[in-house]
């Protein structure tokens, strides 16, 4: 009878040690669910390329010369482009060939008193220079009057700078004969509406630009920069005309033979 009761009163305290803990286990809270869409952290090296090509970024919007650029087209052919920073923070941006059909030169500048378009006499246009006046100084160039290659002397730095920009940038293997660290750069977001185009930025460490490819071609830098005016000048005197675009000039119909 004894030996029961010492069984008993040990079985009953095992239970008493056992039961708290299962119990403990059974209502102890689920581990959290791992959020949709999360990632891992950046990779070191993507995320030390952002904060390098941020920093040339910057130092290129300090950076005021003037500096010619070799513009090789998605065809092949090779035009050159001059840039114009200038102390005052204005600047231009020369391009041959552009407007209506490739015939004619044009020039954009943002000065104190606006944005700008010029038409420069050029093959199809053998009038001299005159300029019309798109919106304000910091305004966006008008889709038909875009010329692309602008941007990255000028809005496109804004976005480099930016951290918060949705970009994913990674080192890039410099083309052949350019000098400067370069790096890609790919959006990460359908919806960026930056002027900014994809592609690879080449920079010098003072933050001089030495070239871009992207989807308007390649522009690489010919011969080193020269020093950077007070400010810029139009090509022309403001009119009142219309901005020209790329499309060729409308032929009308011939005159009819009597």
Known sequence: MHAHLRRARRLAGALAIVLPALLAACTAAPPEPVPPGATDPAP???????????ALAAAAQDRHVTATYTLTGTDGSARTVSVTSANDGTWRVDVPGW???GTVDVSLAA???????????????????????????????????????????????EVLTDRRAPLAVSPATPPAGVSGQCYSVESTSASLNAPLDVGIYCYRPDGTPTAVRAAFGTLTLAGEPGPAPATVRLAGPITEGEPIGTDSPTVGPSPATP
């Not at 160039?141 to 692309?148: G, H, I």
């Open 111 to 157: 000065t104190a008193d606006g944005l700008f378009q010029c038409a420069l006499p050029s093959a199809g246009r053998p009038e001299p220079a005159s300029c019309v006046r798109l919106g304000e100084p910091d305004d966006a160039v008008p889709r038909k009057q875009d010329v692309r290659v602008q941007h990255p002397f000028t809005d496109s730095l």
């Open 99 to 101: 407007g209506l059909g």
């Open 44 to 54: 070191a090296e993507v995320d030390a390329a952002r904060d390098e090509l941020a």
